[in-house]
């Protein structure tokens, strides 16, 4: 990763400081997530946590703007995370924010209020930006013996697509599984696609989901590849490769919840587990049989999900349908994970070994 852009501190040198606390905040469309760690032997250990549904961009996409409900609503929600930045005396932070923030005319004077009302300094990253760090995040759940793997993080506002090319990479990386991925030097091409389950909800309607709301869903999520596709060709380089999928988003960990017959989310059982496409299908079959309230009563899903969850399932099927892949290993991991190997590798610390786990979504 390059030199991280705005908003946080840098040691004068890159020493390693015994007692540095880190804190990495990813503030989304639909969700503001904070994690709170230490450096270790094994990568990190996550000391705090914090996650909660916001829905900041809510009516941004018709309105050009964050309405003043859900600009208050975030608010409090980053009251929570500075305090807890506070009581565990983060000495070194990263804060950004996303897709909602990129796209509203008010962004600005948002990022200001929440300066002025929690003392928070977020940035808002690019695409680009996003893109990497989510990559960072979830790189030592790529299996070591494909050539080719795609990494999408499905967002509220947007979408994250990479591709990795895993074929020309140094052999010690395929052997040594305490060997970390360069992600600059084996990104062979990435967009954002301007739809996310928010906007797609939004959009198509996301409580009374029927099989032919369901496919004008996928044929939009499939025209906005497209280009993409056209402009690189994956489906044809792929073609006889090894490839899969590695999925980092809420919608990708729900789907295995359901599939994995879950009785309570166990990200344990849920970050890492691997699936096949007629698993997904499946699973998105069923949810679009059920009613609102029957996909409100899955223990996976729950209230804040249940309007969004299909539109979420319909993006993965239009990534499917592009590109063929059989396998998707799902990550509850991501930005936040990202941002801290990010800041830790600046800082010195050893970065070899698997991220620890995160103890909430």
Same mark, same amino acid.
């Given at each position: 990763? @390059?030199? /991280?852009? #705005?908003?946080?501190?840098?040691?004068?040198? /890159?020493?390693?400081?015994?007692?540095?606390?880190?804190?990495?905040?990813?503030?989304?469309?639909?969700?503001?997530?904070? !994690?709170? /760690?230490?450096?270790?032997?094994?990568?990190?250990?996550?000391?705090?946590?914090?996650?909660?549904?916001?829905?900041? @961009?809510?009516?941004?996409?018709?309105?050009?703007?964050?309405?003043?409900?859900?600009?208050?609503?975030?608010?409090?929600?980053?009251?929570?995370?500075?305090?807890?930045?506070?009581?565990?005396?983060?000495?070194?932070?990263?804060?950004?924010?996303?897709?909602?923030?990129?796209?509203?005319?008010?962004?600005?004077?948002?990022?200001?209020?929440?300066?002025?009302?929690?003392? !928070?300094?977020?940035?808002?990253?690019?695409?680009?930006?996003?893109?990497?760090?989510?990559?960072? @995040?979830?790189?030592?759940?790529?299996?070591?013996?494909?050539?080719?793997?795609?990494?999408?993080?499905? @967002?509220? #506002?947007?979408?994250?697509?990479?591709?990795?090319?895993?074929?020309?990479?140094?052999?010690?990386?395929?052997?040594?599984?305490?060997?970390?991925?360069?992600?600059?030097?084996?990104?062979?091409?990435?967009?954002?696609?301007?739809? =996310?389950?928010?906007? &797609? /909800?939004?959009?198509?309607? =996301?409580?009374?989901?029927?099989? #032919?709301?369901?496919?004008?869903?996928?044929?939009? $999520?499939?025209?906005?590849?497209?280009?993409?596709?056209?402009?690189?060709?994956?489906?044809?380089?792929?073609?006889?490769?090894?490839?899969?999928?590695?999925?980092?988003?809420?919608?990708?960990?729900?789907?295995?919840?359901?599939?994995?017959?879950? +009785?309570?989310?166990?990200?344990?059982?849920?970050?890492?587990?691997?699936?096949?496409?007629?698993?997904?299908?499946?699973?998105?079959?069923?949810?679009?049989?059920?009613?609102?309230?029957?996909?409100?009563?899955?223990?996976?899903? =729950?209230?804040?999900?249940?309007?969004?969850? &299909?539109?979420?399932?319909?993006?993965?099927?239009?990534?499917?349908? $592009?590109?063929?892949?059989?396998?998707?290993?799902?990550?509850?991991? #991501?930005?936040?994970?990202?941002? !801290?190997?990010?800041?830790?590798?600046?800082?010195?610390?050893?970065?070899?070994?698997?991220?620890?786990? +995160?103890?909430?979504?």
């Amino acid at each position: 990763m @390059g030199a /991280a852009e #705005g908003g946080h501190h840098r040691g004068a040198e /890159a020493q390693p400081q015994p007692h540095s606390i880190y804190g990495a905040l990813d503030l989304g469309t639909n969700n503001c997530r904070l !994690l709170i /760690a230490k450096p270790s032997r094994r990568g990190f250990l996550v000391i705090d946590a914090f996650s909660r549904i916001i829905r900041l @961009g809510e009516g941004v996409l018709s309105s050009g703007r964050l309405s003043e409900t859900a600009m208050a609503r975030t608010i409090e929600a980053l009251k929570v995370c500075a305090d807890k930045m506070h009581r565990r005396q983060v000495t070194r932070s990263r804060l950004i924010a996303t897709e909602a923030c990129r796209i509203a005319a008010n962004s600005g004077e948002f990022i200001a209020r929440v300066r002025r009302e929690t003392g !928070l300094a977020i940035e808002i990253v690019t695409q680009e930006t996003e893109a990497k760090l989510a990559v960072s @995040g979830c790189a030592s759940l790529l299996d070591r013996n494909c050539d080719w793997a795609l990494v999408f993080d499905i @967002g509220g #506002g947007s979408s994250e697509l990479i591709w990795l090319d895993l074929a020309g990479l140094d052999n010690r990386w395929r052997r040594n599984l305490h060997d970390r991925i360069d992600v600059q030097n084996s990104i062979a091409a990435w967009t954002s696609l301007p739809i =996310g389950v928010v906007t &797609l /909800a939004e959009r198509h309607g =996301g409580r009374d989901v029927t099989p #032919g709301r369901y496919e004008a869903m996928v044929a939009d $999520v499939m025209a906005a590849i497209r280009p993409f596709e056209a402009q690189h060709r994956f489906t044809a380089r792929i073609a006889g490769a090894r490839a899969h999928f590695l999925g980092t988003s809420g919608t990708v960990t729900t789907i295995s919840g359901i599939h994995l017959k879950l +009785p309570v989310y166990e990200r344990s059982r849920v970050d890492g587990c691997w699936l096949n496409a007629n698993d997904v299908r499946s699973v998105s079959k069923r949810l679009i049989g059920m009613s609102y309230a029957e996909r409100v009563a899955q223990p996976c899903i =729950g209230q804040e999900r249940a309007d969004l969850v &299909l539109a979420g399932c319909a993006i993965l099927e239009a990534l499917l349908r $592009v590109w063929p892949c059989q396998r998707l290993r799902v990550a509850d991991r #991501g930005l936040r994970e990202g941002i !801290l190997a990010t800041l830790m590798a600046e800082d010195g610390h050893d970065r070899k070994g698997r991220h620890p786990s +995160p103890p909430a979504r």
